[in-house]
C-alpha cells in the first residue's frame, strides 16, 4: 500500500480503498510543493500526521498543516507560525479477496466538522480499488472514486483516479501516476526494513514533494 500526502491510504494525493492491516498505526511527514492542495499554498509547505486503522475496515487519521502568516498584528515577518488541524473517517464496506472480480470499496469524509468550517481538505468520497496479477511479474492496481466538496473544501472536487504498479518479487516498491481532481502525479513509494515508508512525487512536473512515515502493527 502506498502512502498518501494527507495521511491516509491511497496512491499519492488520491485515497484507495485499500487499508493498512488492524492494529497498524503510522505517523509521518510530508513536504508540499506549491499549490499542492490549493492555491493558497502558494509556497512550499509540509504536513505532519498520525493513521491509526484499529479494525480491518475503520482507518482514522489526524493532521496539521503549516501554514506561512504574519508572526503576529505588529510584525510583519513571514514564516510559519499557524497550523491548520485536521482529520479523516474511512469505512471499506467490502473487501477485495484474491481470485474474486468485486474490487474494495471505502467511504471516506475529510473534516466532518472542522473550527469556522473553513477546511480546505474537506470533502465526502467514494472509491473503489481493484487489484490483478500481470504474467505473474507485476501487480497492477487501478484507483477509481468520486469527491465531492463539503464547507469550503475545495482540494478534492469530482472524479478522481489512478494506476499504481509493483513487482511481485518486490511488492514494497510502488510506481504509480494519478490524477487527483486538479492535477496530474506520478511518483513511486518504497517500505524499507518492514517498517520505514519513503515516498517522491511531482504535481505536473513543477515541483517535488515528499514524504517519511513509520508503521507498526500490533497484533490483537
Known sequence: MSQQLIGTQGLMNIPSAEMNPEGTFEGGMNLLQKRMMVDV??????????????FSFVELTFRETLRKTRKSATNPKMGYYQQDRSTT???????????????????GVNDIYSDHGNSEYAAVYGVITKN????????????????HPIDDGVTYDGVFGGISVSPISFDNLKIMAE????GINVGASVVLFRHLRAMCLTRDFEGVCGGLSYLYTIKY
Open 179 to 182: 490524477y487527483d481532481t486538479r
Open 41 to 54: 499554498y502558494d509556497y512550499y509547505t509540509g504536513l505532519y500526521y498520525i493513521n491509526f486503522t484499529p
Open 132 to 147: 490483478v496479477r500481470l504474467g505473474g511479474m507485476v501487480n497492477v492496481g487501478a484507483t477509481l472514486g468520486y469527491a
Open 89 to 107: 473517517l474511512r469505512l471499506r464496506p467490502v473487501r477485495e479477496k484474491d481470485g474474486k472480480w468485486w474490487p474494495s470499496v471505502v467511504v
